[in-house]
């Protein structure tokens, strides 16, 4: 098989969905909604806890950056769909796919820091009240923001400069909608093992630490209230973590089975793929909107002030 170097190499072909063109147009119009709802709710949520100074606390602060997370993972993936499912020809330029593979990793990565954080955040309210001032000042809060985005910058510039030096074969067809780093692999000629060895050194430690800090914070959550003696009490600390133990269990079990299984081009990668950088950008602002009364709340006031301007 003849080899192709990564530098002469003008674009790959990504065909992660069907070719029939009535699924694509579906297929379009369904990510086309999924886009929007995940623009507008996002946006939403940045607007109002930017406007709203009830919602100027550490959690709101650590939520404000999720949502812009989950916007850029969304602008990283959904457009490039869209313009596919559009076009005949489904190219991304080597440059772009490498550029795409980057933000995954920063994105990604940022938010299961993102998660962890505000995991912790959750167990200082609940298990140490009295002290969640001293635990979460308003300095430390910014700087476990800084670290989470610095550990996913960290990810990407680990990454994505050494998959810069892999050669191709003739096969340039990648059998996903998207440039992730295990779709490339396959494809190259040259030797990935050093490419596997350093992803799974930097995606594994920072995962399962993320991970395991989280479900750490939430066993001593659940360890609190189940000790608190109002019913009233237990049920209100429950609806104020559930929506982060869904979004937490979405995010992370989806993400570990696209990165740890090893590349096939089956259905079951897509389908971790959309849950993790499609659905759950989707859903972050709505679960936490909705179940949330301060959001709420914080909503309907600034729905009434601006009703007021218009009278």
Not at 175 to 194: G, I, K, R
Not at 218 to 247: D, E, N, P, Q, W
Request: hydrophobic content about 45%; charged content about 10%; aromatic content about 12%.
């Amino acid at each position: 098989m003849a080899f192709v170097n990564h530098s002469t190499m003008a674009e790959f072909i990504l065909l992660g969905f069907s070719a029939d063109p009535h699924i694509q147009a579906l297929l379009f119009v369904l990510f086309l909604v999924i886009y929007f709802l995940t623009l507008m709710g996002n946006l939403m949520m940045l607007l109002v806890i930017r406007t709203d100074s009830h919602l100027h606390t550490p959690m709101y602060l650590f939520l404000s950056h999720l949502s812009f997370i989950d916007l850029c993972f969304s602008s990283v993936i959904v457009p490039k769909i869209l313009e596919n499912l559009l076009s005949k020809k489904k190219a991304i330029s080597v440059e772009g796919c490498l550029a795409q593979s980057f933000f995954v990793f920063v994105t990604a990565g940022t938010e299961t820091c993102l998660l962890s954080v505000m995991a912790y955040d959750r167990y200082a309210a609940i298990c140490y009240p009295l002290l969640y001032g001293q635990m979460m000042r308003k300095e430390q809060c910014v700087q476990l923001v800084w670290v989470s985005w610095s550990l996913g910058i960290l990810d990407g510039l680990i990454n994505i400069p050494l998959a810069t030096t892999m050669d191709f074969c003739e096969t340039q067809t990648i059998p996903h909608y998207s440039c992730e780093l295990p779709s490339l692999f396959p494809l190259s000629c040259s030797d990935v093992s050093t490419n596997l060895i350093v992803m799974f050194c930097s995606i594994i430690p920072h995962g399962f630490a993320t991970f395991f800090s989280v479900f750490y914070s939430y066993g001593c959550i659940v360890s609190t209230i189940m000790s608190i003696s109002s019913s009233l009490g237990r049920s209100k600390a429950f609806s104020t973590c559930s929506s982060h133990v869904v979004t937490v269990s979405l995010f992370y079990s989806s993400a570990f089975l696209r990165y740890l299984m090893p590349p096939s081009g089956s259905p079951l990668e897509l389908i971790f793929s959309l849950q993790y950088n499609v659905i759950t950008p989707m859903l972050n602002p709505l679960i936490y909107s909705l179940k949330n009364k301060e959001v709420k709340a914080a909503l309907k006031r600034m729905v009434g002030k601006n009703l007021q301007c218009f009278r």
